[in-house]
Every structure is written in structure tokens, then in C-alpha cells.
């Protein structure tokens, strides 16, 4: 069986800080993983995935996530917080087999501050 | 494109009534699921449709939730009666294949509030 967490249900950061929001995860295969974000009033929209080919995986809105097996973490990071990113991260992993449905975290909102 | 789409978006009842919400996949998309987040906690997987049938039913928490899909296309989630622990945001996701690490589409939710 597989799961997340994510340290930290709220995390605060000024316009222009660095963002680092920390996924840790647990699976007995290698997996594949997702971050995901819901901005107010919307759906969910995914950001990024790892799914073993580079570890430092690039995804929208300037947003990045490193994946480092040593360290069953996953965290996403973005050099300059804008106040667009206000807006809940989730993360979520898929175990690489025996079952498609990914496993989400308690998700993570992040604050910025002008 | 259409994306994931959600009805209603939001649902007020009170304790005891039934409630129905529906989810119409992106066209073509074979797999459809169901997931819920209940305030402040992780969006648990509640089930999953490919086409028509039920592929994992493991995370529908009682036997009052019954999920359909017929005709392989939109799906429906009933909850009868509504307790007050059925608040929170389902959402419906769907994909077109299964593979390992693709990506699921989301719709916006349908937040539930029971009363």
C-alpha cells in the first residue's frame, strides 16, 4: 500500500520568497508521482509529474519538484512566490503496479504575502 | 475541449435526504472516479468506472452511496439517507487509459453540506 504526507497544512511565504512545500511518500514499488493544485473555486490541475524518467521534474507556472528515492521525498519548489500561487497543493502517488488510482495527501495551502 | 464537469456545484440538505450528483467525463475517457475530500483531510478515492463497470468499488464507505454508470458515459453518485459525516467535496476525475503514472483530469467538485 502506498501514501503521503505532507508536513505542514498551511504554509506561508511572502511575494518574491522561495516556495518549498514537502511531500514524503511510501510505496513498496517504485511509484510514480503528482502534485496538484486547486485554486479557489476550481478543480484540481496538475502541475507535475514524475514518472521515472528525470528526477527534477518541470512543470506550470514556474513550479518544479525533485524526486529523491534516498529520501522518499518528493517536495515542490518555486524560486519567487507570486501572489497567483495562493491556492492548495496536493500531493499524490501511484504505485508503478498493481493499481492506477493515485493516493492523495492532506493537501497544503499556501499563503503569500504582498 | 470539455473538460471534467460537475453537477451541482454546490448542495445544502438536510440529515436524512437524498442527494444525487453527477459527473460527465471528458468525451471519450473509458475511466471515471469518484473521489471525496472531507474538510481539512486527504481526497480519498471512493471508486472507479471503466466504461460501465465498476473496477474498484473499495473506497465507497457504506452501503447509503451508490455510484452508477450507465451506458458507459456520465456517472452519478447518490448518497441516501445523507448523514451529516457525508459533507465535504466530491469530486470526479476521468482518463482515457490506464497507465501507470498518466495523468487523471479533475472537475471542479460538488460540495456537499448536510445539515
Known amino acids: 500500500a502506498q501514501s503521503v504526507t505532507q508536513l505542514g497544512s498551511h504554509v506561508s511565504v511572502s511575494e518574491g520568497a522561495l516556495v518549498l512545500l514537502r511531500c514524503n511518500y511510501s510505496?513498496?514499488?517504485?511509484?510514480?508521482l503528482f502534485w496538484y493544485v486547486q485554486y479557489p473555486n476550481q478543480g484540481l490541475q496538475l502541475l507535475l509529474k514524475?514518472?521515472?524518467?528525470?528526477?527534477l521534474v518541470k512543470g506550470i507556472n514556474g513550479f518544479e519538484a525533485e524526486f529523491k528515492k534516498s529520501e522518499t521525498s518528493f517536495h515542490l519548489t518555486k524560486p519567487s512566490a507570486h501572489m497567483s500561487d495562493a491556492a492548495e497543493y496536493f500531493c499524490?502517488?501511484?504505485?508503478?503496479?498493481?493499481?492506477?488510482?493515485?493516493?492523495f495527501g492532506r493537501g497544503t495551502s499556501l499563503i503569500v504575502h504582498p | 475541449e470539455a473538460g471534467v464537469t460537475q453537477f451541482p456545484s454546490h448542495s445544502v440538505i438536510e440529515k436524512g435526504q437524498t442527494v444525487t450528483l453527477r459527473c460527465d467525463p471528458i468525451?471519450?475517457?473509458?475511466?471515471l472516479y469518484w473521489y471525496r475530500r472531507v474538510m481539512g483531510k486527504e481526497i480519498k478515492f471512493l471508486l472507479h468506472f471503466v466504461k460501465e463497470s465498476k473496477q474498484d468499488e473499495s473506497g465507497m464507505p457504506n452501503n447509503r452511496f451508490l455510484a452508477e454508470r450507465t451506458g458507459g458515459t456520465y456517472s452519478t453518485l447518490k448518497v441516501q439517507p445523507a448523514e451529516l459525516e457525508d459533507s465535504g467535496v466530491y469530486f470526479c476525475?476521468?482518463?482515457?487509459?490506464?497507465?501507470?503514472?498518466?495523468?487523471?483530469?479533475f472537475g471542479e467538485g460538488s460540495w456537499l453540506t448536510v445539515v
Open positions: 514524475y514518472t521515472s524518467a528525470a528526477t
Open positions: 476525475a476521468s482518463s482515457q487509459d490506464r497507465v501507470y503514472g498518466g495523468t487523471i483530469y
Open positions: 468525451s471519450g475517457h473509458d475511466n
Open positions: 510505496s513498496s514499488v517504485p511509484p510514480y
Open positions: 499524490a502517488v501511484t504505485p508503478g503496479r498493481g493499481s492506477y488510482i493515485p493516493t
